[in-house]
């Protein structure tokens, strides 16, 4: 699609967000109240920072956010925001993520996405391979009843994914923001009421 034509394109261009991809968030925030005053969100794909502008309106002064992205993400006028360029696999970065968040978090975000190949099969197990490394540091970062939210691309190995998450929080939804491009597959799928960690569990 060209972009000039994009309404949410122009839409961000016009209200000062870094991405279009805010309005996904903004509407997922409308409809089910994830980030409350205060809390704790760890944004994980975070670049260029269009959740991150978003995420810290809504938790304010007294939250507490990082951002982690393999590409360099600019900082953002918040202070409360700790920006982590790095790879979410590693675990040299999820410490310093641990670190920089100052407690458990009540949300984890993912916007992750895989460089696309244009292969649908390729594109689609790529991103469950992403969403499955997110609810790893979900996993390890998230308080109990925390919240995840991942986008994924949809395909065969989507219903194991749900599955998976089904076993480790109370309630799990698909979401189709209307933000979402009409061509594209993806999907956000929302997981509320984290059991609590199972230590020796992590992986991803
Ligand atoms: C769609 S963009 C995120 C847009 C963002 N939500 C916003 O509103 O500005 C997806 C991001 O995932 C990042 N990403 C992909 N794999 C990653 C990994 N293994 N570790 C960290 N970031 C990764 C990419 O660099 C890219 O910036």
């Known amino acids: 699609m060209d972009k ?59 939250g507490r956010m990082v951002g982690v992205d393999l590409q360099k993400t600019r900082a953002l006028a918040s202070e409360n925001v700790e920006l982590i360029q790095g790879d979410i696999t590693a675990p040299e970065v999820r410490s310093r993520i641990r670190q920089a968040l100052g407690g458990e978090a009540h949300v984890v975000t993912s916007d992750l996405s895989p460089n696309l190949t244009g292969i649908h099969f390729q ?60 061509a594209s597959s993806e999907i956000y799928l929302l997981a509320k009421g984290f059991r609590g960690a199972v230590k020796g569990s992590s992986s991803g």
Do not use: N
């Open 4 to 62: 000039r034509k994009d309404h949410y394109y122009k839409k961000a261009k016009q209200e000062g967000y870094r991405s279009r991809a805010a309005y996904k968030l903004l509407e997922i925030q409308k409809r089910f109240k994830i980030f409350r005053k205060g809390a704790r969100v760890v944004d994980l794909g975070c670049a260029p920072g269009g959740w991150l502008q978003l995420i810290a309106a809504e938790v304010g002064p007294k």
């Open 123 to 182: 594109d689609h197990m790529r991103s469950c391979e992403l969403a499955r490394t997110g609810l790893a540091v979900a996993r390890e970062l998230l308080r109990p009843d925390g919240i995840f939210l991942t986008k994924v691309f949809q395909g065969e190995e989507l219903d194991a994914v749900i599955r998976e998450l089904k076993d480790e929080f109370g309630e799990v939804r698909r979401v189709v923001p209307s933000a979402s491009r009409k």
